[in-house]
C-alpha cells in the first residue's frame, strides 16, 4: 500500500535522479526552476502511451471531440471535466500525465454532455460507454446524473446496452457509497439506471486483497449490487505491490465471495516509472496463471496478463515449444479492427520481455499479421484529418449514419 501510494527517489531513472538531486543541492534554484526541471524529466516518462493522444480521438462533424476515446467498436470512453481528479494517486498510474502539467494542454475532458449523446446517437455500433477519468467518483452525485441522465433517461440511444464507470473509489473511499452526503444520491442514480432496463457496471481498481477486507468496502459492495449494478474488478500487475500468485488469487477469491466479477489482469504500460513496477511477460504469466488455476469456474472470468497497447489489447495466453523453440502464444481481447481478435499468433520467446514492443514476430517473420494493415490505416488517418483509427469497415459503414466527416477512413 506505500509503495502503491507514495513516490520513492527510485521510481526514478539513475539520471534523472541525479538531475533533479542536483538541482535541489543548488541552493540558487528556484522554485520556479525545480518545476520546469520535474516538467522537463515527465516530458521523458512517455506521458501518453499507446497513441492514445493521437489515434484515439474520434470526431463529430469533422471535428476532433476532446474528451472522448473511441478505440474498440462497441466502447465509448467519456472523460468528465470534473472526474480528472483521483482518490488515490497510484504511483504506477498510467493517466498521471492528466494530473500534471506535462497533461495540462492536452488533458481528455469534455463538460459536453450532449456531444456524448450525438456521438453514441450516431454510432449504432456503440453498445457501452465508459465513464473514466481520474476517477468519475469524486464528482457529486448532481453532476454524475447530468452527464449520465441523456444515457439512460427517455430518449436515450436504444443501442446503448451499458454504462460503465471507472473508479477506485471502492478501495479508497468507500464512503462514498456510505457515509458521504449525497452516498443515497449516487445509489438512486444507480438504481435509476437498472431500472431503465440498462446495465450498470462499476469496473472497481483493486490492486491487493487488503483494499478488499475493509468492513466499509464490503458495506460498499453490498450497497451497490442492491441496486442491481455489477461491480467487476481489474488492476495491472505490478512489482512489489501485487506480484504475487497468492496476492491474485486470495484477492479474486474475496471478490468472488463478495459477488465482484473479477475481469482483467492488466502489464503495467510503458509509462511513468515502468522500470520500477514492470515484471517480465513471463513472471506475468506464472503469476496469472499459477492464480488463475486456484480459483473456481464462476472465478475464472478474469482474463490477463492483457497489454492495451497500440493496436488492441494483447493477452499473453501462455507458453508453447514447438521444435525446441519457446514462444509466447497472443491473441487480441479488444482490437481497432475486431477480425483481429478472431485469431492467436506467436511470439518469440523472451525472458526479458516486459511490453508488446519488445516481441518479435516467431518463425523469422518480419512483421505481425496485422501490421500491415494497422499501418495502412495510420496512413489514412494521416492523409484524412482523422484522429481515430479504428477499423475502416465499421468506422465508414455499419457505424456512421449522418457523420459525413467520418468517412475519410474509407480506403
Ligand atoms: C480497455 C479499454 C476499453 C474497454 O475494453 P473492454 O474489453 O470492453 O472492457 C475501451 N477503450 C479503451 C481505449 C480501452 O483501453
Ligand atoms: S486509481 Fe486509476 S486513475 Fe486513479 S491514480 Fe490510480 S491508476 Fe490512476
New binding site residues.
Partial sequence: MFKLSVPQPNMLDRNHLDYILAAMKRPETSRVEMRKISELVRTRMNPHP?G?KEE?VPQLDGKPVSGL????R????FFPSEGQYCHAYCTYCFRWAQFTSVGSEQVFKSSNRDVLLRYVQQHPMVS?V?VTGGDPMVMPASTLRHYLEPLFGPGSPPHLDTI?IGTKSLAWWPYRFVHDPDAADILRLFSEITASGKHLTI?AHFSHPREVEHPVTQEAIRLIRMTGAQIRS?APLIKHVNDQPKTWASMWKLQSRLGVIP??MFVERDTGARDFFSVPLTRALDIFSSAYSQLPGTARTVRGPSM?ASPG?VCVLGETTINDRRYFVLKF??SRNPEWSQKVFLAEFDPNASWFDDLKPAFGAKEFFFNEQYQQQKLNVDGGSSGQLCDVDWLAGKGVTSDSGQVDLSM
Fill in positions: 499507446a492514445q484515439n476515446q473511441h478505440k474498440y462497441e466502447t465509448v470512453l457501452d465508459l460503465r469496473q481489474q475481469y482483467y492495451s489489447k481481447l479488444q
